[in-house]
């Protein structure tokens, strides 16, 4: 079935993307679907949730960085230039950046923030939510998948753009797409420019995958609200209690890997795709990676991809890294 000849049914522009990536996930072997899907409405809140869980230690860890680093990167962001861009890639609820932007308005930097995120519902909700809160901050936010938002970085004389990409989104990467992105970002930096990535870093199994297993289930609903996207969106009559939530920890790899194992033979009808798709029982879906890092893969791939690290940042328990990069002369 194409999607582009289908005249049973209209998909409207806006889910065509959508659908498409569903129907390709469903159809291979094995099956996934992508995390990016997450988020909307319900997935934007789950996150919130997950940020707050005791089990889910990345967002205090980044937060207790920012709090101790700002006052050094204000200076480092604002050297030797009149105004600095602050681009963040995947921002949702900027939770932490809030800590540098209210910093930086402080201290009276001239900065723009330019918040990207697929999710149209979290940026209106953060674009509300500076206006309350930091009502100087010039803010522009951008609806983008990462992968189409490189051309808003730009480059103009005595001014530089500062690139976030926090809270583990990197983890969201396999290996080969980390490196796609990161060289995509490298071909827009001009020299003065910086990336600031949040990585978690590998440590003990047991915390980690208990990161990505919560004792009140609220990973579990995160990862099937990809499901709850489908009916909702696309017409979909997934019923997500006939999944097993399935995380994995690889030590090795440092990738968790979440599932969705379908617990008996079903069928799904997606009703935008006009199609019925197969599960049998005990077939899984993958859903999420969420890879951590050793230091030395991350000079690695900062080396790889042409950029140079300037420094490591971390918290009191040295369990998040925030690594700073400047693109390679
Ligand atoms: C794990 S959350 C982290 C949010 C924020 N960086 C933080 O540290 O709290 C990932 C965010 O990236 C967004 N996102 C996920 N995949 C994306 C993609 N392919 N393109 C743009 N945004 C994406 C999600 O909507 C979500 O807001």
């Known amino acids: 079935m194409s999607l582009t000849t289908n005249k049973n049914t209209a998909i409207p ?3 065509f993307q959508f659908a498409q990536d569903v129907d390709a996930g469903l159809k291979s072997n094995p099956k996934y679907l992508s995390s990016k899907y997450f988020y909307d409405e319900k997935g934007d809140i789950l996150f919130q949730q997950i940020m707050n ?8 860890s980044e937060y207790e960085t920012f709090t101790l680093h700002k006052e050094e990167w204000h200076d480092t962001f604002s050297k030797g230039v009149d105004r600095f861009n602050l681009i963040e890639f995947g921002a949702g609820d900027a939770y932490k950046t809030k800590v540098l932007l209210n910093h ?9 923030y330019i918040p990207i995120d697929i999710s149209g519902n979290v940026l209106d909700f953060l674009h509300k939510k500076l ?11 951008i609806q983008a998948d990462y992968f189409k938002a ?18 583990s989104n990197i983890g969201n990467f396999t290996p080969s797409v980390a490196i796609d992105f990161f060289g995509k970002l490298k071909s827009k930096c001009g020299p003065n420019d910086y990336v600031l ?4 870093q590998k440590k003990d199994p047991n915390k980690i995958l208990a990161a990505y297993n919560d004792s009140k289930g609220v990973t579990e609903s995160f990862n099937k609200n990809v499901l709850v996207r489908i009916n909702k969106e696309l017409g979909g009559n997934f019923e997500p209690d006939n999944f097993i939530f399935f995380p994995t920890y690889n030590p090795l790899s440092g990738e968790v890997r979440s599932y969705l194992v379908s617990k008996s033979n079903q069928s799904v009808f997606i009703k935008a795709l006009n199609n019925s798709y197969s599960i ?11 890879k951590k890092y050793s230091l030395d893969e991350i000079s690695k791939l900062a080396d790889n991809t042409g950029f140079e690290v300037v420094n490591h940042y971390t918290d009191s328990k040295n369990r998040f890294i925030n690594t700073l990069w400047k693109p390679k002369s």
Do not use: C, H, M, W
Request: aromatic share 12%; net charge neutral; glycine share 4%.
């Open 13 to 15: 522009k806006n889910k």
């Open 53 to 60: 869980l005791e089990e889910y230690y990345l967002t205090r």
């Open 104 to 112: 930086f308005v402080d201290k009276n930097a001239n900065f723009n």
């Open 131 to 141: 206006a309350q809160e930091i009502p100087k901050l010039s803010v522009t936010p």
């Open 150 to 167: 490189f051309d808003n970085i730009k480059q103009s004389s005595n001014s530089r753009n500062i690139i976030l990409f926090l809270g």
């Open 197 to 200: 990535i949040g990585v978690d």
């Open 280 to 290: 049998k029982a005990f077939e899984s879906i993958f859903t999420e990676i969420s």
